[in-house]
């Protein structure tokens, strides 16, 4: 069964670091765009970076620039999003998904999500 599995969440603190996976199984992500979304509590969810079949790149939201980054593995059929100083309000889940271009809201294959908490 073909499936994305995001991995890597967990609680740290203000200025930590943290990488997400995101693996994929059943199917090969070679030619597929990932990309990284987020829902915090209460809000709606938000694009976070994509990464192209091509290996370029798109920010969704200017709220992670120079702080996060993306990148995907195709030996290992995954995808990562590098997370440094993070702050409070990445709080949130983050999900990956997949699509031929940039995924949008309206893309149909999301993984289960990974919780990140940012607190002290």
């Known amino acids: 069964q073909a499936q994305l599995v995001e991995s890597g969440g967990d609680l740290v603190q203000p200025g930590d670091s943290l990488r997400l996976s995101c693996a994929a199984s059943?199917?090969?992500?070679?030619?597929?765009?990932i990309g990284w979304f987020r829902q915090a509590p209460g809000k709606e969810r938000e694009g976070v970076l994509c990464?192209?079949?091509?290996?370029?790149?798109?920010d969704y939201t200017d709220s992670v620039k120079g702080r996060f980054t993306i990148s995907r593995d195709n030996a290992k059929n995954t995808v990562y999003l590098q997370m440094n100083s993070l702050k409070p309000e990445d709080t949130a889940v983050y999900y990956c998904?997949?699509?031929?271009?940039?995924?949008?809201?309206?893309?149909?294959?999301w993984g289960q999500g990974t919780q990140v908490t940012v607190s002290s």
């Open positions: 990464i192209t079949s091509g290996g370029g790149t798109m």
């Open positions: 059943g199917f090969t992500l070679d030619y597929y765009a």
């Open positions: 998904a997949l699509d031929f271009t940039c995924p949008t809201h309206d893309s149909t294959y």
